[in-house]
């Protein structure tokens, strides 16, 4: 263990020996003290009535309470808050757009490859009976002149 991290460690163990006796020790040893004591306490307020003013009524937090928190903190960093302080109504117009224009983008697309795809095959089919007709006049020609001879 370095110097700093045995520092850090006894500072904190005495900050908690601190608060407990705080809260458990002076407030059970002053159960037992007259009235007399109780004028002077509301003059000077204790330690703990020190520490409900800056932490609030509820010190130290529950276990609860500090789980919720180590929550929030996670989810904070998970989904952090949307910034976007546009209305829903332009979002959505926005969005709206923004779909109809790609949807138009993509038919126009679509149609461009149709067509080449149809060019295409026609092109292909135009070849291939222009080789049937070619191959079938062929065909009569030999027929026709066997038939002659």
């Given at each position: 263990?370095?110097?700093?991290?045995?520092?850090?460690?006894?500072?904190?163990v005495?900050?908690?020996?601190?608060?407990?006796?705080?809260?458990?020790?002076?407030?059970?040893?002053?159960?037992?003290?007259?009235?007399d004591?109780a004028?002077k306490?509301?003059?000077?307020?204790?330690?703990?009535?020190?520490?409900?003013?800056?932490?609030?009524?509820?010190f130290?937090?529950s276990?609860?309470?500090?789980?919720?928190?180590?929550?929030?903190?996670?989810?904070?960093?998970?989904?952090?808050?949307?910034l976007?302080?546009?209305?829903?109504?332009?979002?959505?117009?926005?969005?709206?757009?923004?779909?109809?224009?790609?949807?138009?983008?993509?038919?126009?697309?679509?149609?461009?490859?149709?067509?080449e795809?149809?060019e295409?095959?026609?092109?292909?089919?135009?070849?291939?009976?222009?080789?049937?007709?070619?191959?079938?006049?062929?065909?009569?020609?030999?027929?026709?002149s066997?038939?002659?001879?």
């Amino acid at each position: 263990m370095t110097e700093s991290t045995r520092n850090r460690f006894g500072f904190s163990v005495f900050f908690v020996i601190i608060i407990l006796i705080s809260v458990w020790i002076l407030p059970a040893a002053a159960d037992g003290v007259e009235n007399d004591d109780a004028a002077k306490k509301e003059e000077n307020p204790s330690l703990v009535k020190i520490i409900y003013g800056i932490f609030g009524k509820k010190f130290p937090p529950s276990s609860w309470e500090l789980i919720q928190g180590v929550m929030q903190k996670i989810q904070m960093k998970l989904y952090p808050p949307n910034l976007d302080f546009r209305s829903n109504s332009d979002k959505k117009n926005k969005e709206e757009e923004d779909k109809g224009e790609k949807m138009k983008e993509a038919a126009t697309r679509s149609l461009e490859v149709s067509k080449e795809a149809i060019e295409e095959s026609a092109r292909l089919a135009g070849g291939v009976v222009g080789d049937v007709v070619q191959k079938t006049a062929e065909k009569v020609t030999k027929q026709s002149s066997h038939d002659e001879l």
